[in-house]
């Protein structure tokens, strides 16, 4: 049984990073090990400010 669960885990990890999902952790992690001066976005500004930059410079998407 653990090993369904942790299959349906690592299938899951892997389309939320296909997906996106993890952008604004990824995001929290590059801030931090890059040694940004300036503040962090909160997750709804960073989530704002990826679909605005999208919008205005599509590049490869589907949709």
């Not at 669960?5 to 990824?26: C, E, H, M, S």
Request: charged share 25%; aromatic share 8%.
């Amino acid at each position: 049984m653990n090993r369904v669960v942790a299959g349906i885990r690592g299938i899951a990890g892997y389309l939320g990073g296909v997906l996106g999902a993890d952008a604004y952790k990824k995001y929290l992690e590059h801030h931090s090990a890059a040694g940004h001066p300036g503040p962090l976005l909160t997750e709804r500004e960073f989530w704002r400010d990826r679909t605005d930059r999208q919008d205005t410079n599509p590049q490869g998407r589907c949709c």
